[in-house]
């Protein structure tokens, strides 16, 4: 039997993805649902924060220098993409990030909002079991008919 996608195949965890095992994630299920994760954000005047955010945009990014904290964040302004590293030293690039009831972000916004001042820093983390959960299915009930007879044709 195929598997159906569920809302949690596209929940991302950077501590423990590839940036291969991002991008099958994205070319799987990355049609049809939107790419989540949490984003970890603070700085020296307002301290640690965390909200719920989707991905957008995904690109393969191929750097020779490797990412030192899964989740980490970087933009790149040439190519207009947020640079996050991954598990195995890898690098995913998105070129937007929307928290929850916020406006889309692109690279250059993430980079003027949340990285520019000093002090300042974001990164991106997985999100707990159930954060997101799938909609609950009913089910499904038969009528039942007593008076029914079933017949076979061969």
């Not at 996608?5 to 991008?23: E, K, N, R, Y």
Request: charge should be positive; hydrophobic fraction near 35%.
């Amino acid at each position: 039997l195929p598997i159906r996608p569920d809302p949690t195949f596209a929940h991302l965890d950077w501590s423990c993805m590839s940036a291969g095992q991002v991008d099958r994630t994205v070319r799987a299920v990355g049609h049809a649902w939107p790419l989540r994760c949490r984003i970890e954000f603070g700085g020296t005047r307002h301290g640690r924060r965390e909200a719920p955010v989707t991905l957008a945009g995904h690109r393969r990014v191929n750097l020779g220098q490797a990412s030192e904290l899964p989740g980490q964040i970087r933009v790149d302004l040439d190519s207009g993409l947020m640079l996050i590293g991954c598990s195995d030293g890898g690098w995913a690039g998105f070129t937007s990030l929307t928290r929850a009831g916020k406006p889309k972000l692109t690279a250059s916004e993430m980079r003027n909002g949340y990285l520019a001042s000093r002090g300042s820093w974001a990164r991106l983390i997985g999100l707990p079991n159930g954060y997101f959960s799938a909609p609950a299915r009913k089910p499904v009930t038969l009528a039942k008919n007593d008076n029914a007879e079933v017949s076979y044709s061969s």
